[in-house]
Nanobody, 120 residues
Framework: QVQVVESGGGLVQPGGSLRLSCAASGSIFSIYAMGWYRQAPGAQRELVAA???????NYADSVKGRFTISKDNAKNTMYLQMNSLKPEDTAVYYCSADVEVVGSPRNDYWGQGTQVTVSS
């Protein structure tokens, strides 16, 4: 009923930038919040940044001042601008959307992830 698709990952040198996108589509009545998570090899999945329907944001301490989350409500799309990237930012980045589907209760929907590799 809801598809969540990430894009924009890739290989970048330390200090470089990438912009991730996450588009939600389907029988969406409302999106209450969206978030970016990441999982490095051998590590647990962690929250990177999140944004609510009203535009409130929160960030992991490790990315504050370097990453910026934003959204386009008309397109049901969220973005993550990542600047000053570090090798420790290397991970698979996942998008999550807290969505109310027409005729169904709210649920979390996840994308398949996009790889971000920071290396020289």
């Amino acid at each position: 009923q809801v598809q969540v698709v990430e894009s924009g990952g890739g290989l970048v040198q330390p200090g470089g930038s990438l912009r991730l996108s996450c588009a939600a589509s389907g029988s969406i009545f409302s999106i209450y919040a969206m978030g970016w998570y990441r999982q490095a090899p051998g590590a647990q999945r962690e929250l990177v940044a999140a944004i609510t329907k009203g535009g409130s944001t929160n960030y992991a301490d490790s990315v504050k001042g370097r990453f910026t989350i934003s959204k386009d409500n008309a397109k049901n799309t969220m973005y993550l601008q990542m600047n000053s990237l570090k090798p420790e930012d290397t991970a698979v980045y996942y998008c999550s959307a807290d969505v109310e589907v027409v005729g169904s209760p709210r649920n979390d929907y996840w994308g398949q992830g996009t790889q971000v590799t920071v290396s020289s």
